[in-house]
């Protein structure tokens, strides 16, 4: 086994999770993943953890996707209910052999079954906002990503591994020092009311009064390296240009541009399933409201990858998800959509807070 593995498998049990004697957790992902499943399953069972796996198989997501009534896609099965409800720990690997095997379904079907799962994705986000569950989600490097990413395998393995800072060294102490920080940038962004952010095609305004910045340094996403919050939700004014490509359910959206007034999503194009922009965005009421502004601080990722793990925390861009809030932001919109959307703002870029310059070209100034 690539000992890199295994070192992920440590991170993510002891400091990710940081996983206890007699707590339950679950591993999900796909076959495509099962060495890192087993690695982690193997740390859990050292640790004195009860750990179970779910193994997922996309056909069969294909074929509730194509054929389910409007009953079935309705029915939450009991024991996914007592499962969130129950387990104290969850780790969500990534990667599978086809990033594209929902591209075929009707985008309205997507939104319809995302809209009946939301109370148990509001419970999951409740439980992970008071600190009952602990979660993860991390990548495992197969060969469809690589290809997503335009790379080979090996050179994709690296990639992931350099950005979790698992290929070597103290990966723990890394992430403990970007926690470190980005602490003190959160101590002044707390301290900010507004923003305006301004680049090529973007110049949006909104307000973050009240609302608290949260560290991400790998505990809840690995790799890691942004700063969050969740804007007021009436507060979004202006327009906005996403530099790379979003992707969401498997479909590719190019160019999307986004126009807000009073916080909603009034006005949308794009270059390439323009079609499947609307219908998400149509999913519900809160579907055209932004639930996040972040912005992006690893620097170890140089590059696009077509997987939003990576591209939302490259060095130098920033990212704003419309739909669901973070409640331990202190975010209140409610949606079953929750989709980040990437802005380049590495040139003639900034970020404006209470009217002083706080970022440009890609660095904060603070």
């Not at 002891?14 to 993943?33: D, M, P, W």
């Not at 940038?185 to 910045?213: A, Q």
């Not at 809030?325 to 209470?354: F, Q, T, Y």
């Amino acid at each position: 086994m690539d000992p890199r593995i295994e070192r992920l498998a440590k991170v993510l049990i002891h400091y990710s999770l940081k996983l206890k004697k007699g707590q339950l957790l679950k591993i999900q992902g796909e076959v495509a993943t099962l060495p890192l499943i087993k690695a982690a399953y193997d740390e859990a069972i050292k640790v004195g953890a009860h750990p179970y796996t779910v193994v997922k198989v996309p056909d069969n997501e294909e074929s509730f996707f194509k054929n389910a009534s409007e009953e079935q896609m309705k029915y939450i099965s009991p024991i996914t209910k007592l499962e969130v409800d129950k387990i104290d720990a969850l780790l969500v690997i990534w990667g599978g052999e086809n990033t594209r095997y929902l591209s075929g379904i009707d985008p309205k079907r997507q939104a319809m079954a995302s809209k009946f799962r939301r109370p148990l994705i509001d419970k999951l986000f409740k439980r992970i906002g008071n600190k009952s569950l602990s979660w993860v989600g991390t990548q495992f490097p197969t060969l469809a990503d690589a290809q997503e990413a335009e790379l080979s395998l090996s050179d994709y393995e690296d990639f992931v591994y350099k950005a979790g800072h698992v290929h070597a060294g103290d990966a723990v102490k890394h992430w403990q020092k970007i926690h470190k920080q980005q602490a003190r940038l959160i101590k002044i962004l707390n301290k900010i009311d507004s923003l305006h952010i301004k680049s090529k095609d973007t110049d949006l305004k909104l307000t973050v009064k009240g609302r608290k910045w949260i560290n991400c340094a790998g505990t809840e996403n690995f790799p890691d390296g942004e700063i969050f919050t969740s804007p007021i939700e009436n507060s979004a004014n202006g327009y906005i240009r996403y530099s790379f490509p979003a992707v969401y359910m498997g479909r590719e959206v190019e160019d999307v541009r986004l126009e807000f007034k009073n916080g909603k999503v009034v006005k949308e194009s794009a270059g390439k399933n323009q079609d499947f922009l609307t219908s998400m965005l149509d999913m519900d009421k809160g579907a055209r409201f932004l639930g996040e502004v972040a912005i992006g601080t690893n620097y170890e990722i140089k590059r696009f990858s077509k997987n939003i793990l990576f591209d939302e925390k490259i060095g130098g861009t920033c990212h704003l998800a419309v739909g669901a809030s973070i409640p331990e932001a202190g975010g209140k919109n409610k949606s079953s959509l929750h989709w980040d959307m990437v802005c380049d703002l590495k040139r003639n870029a900034e970020i404006v807070g209470d009217g002083k310059v706080i970022y440009r070209n890609g660095k904060f100034l603070i």
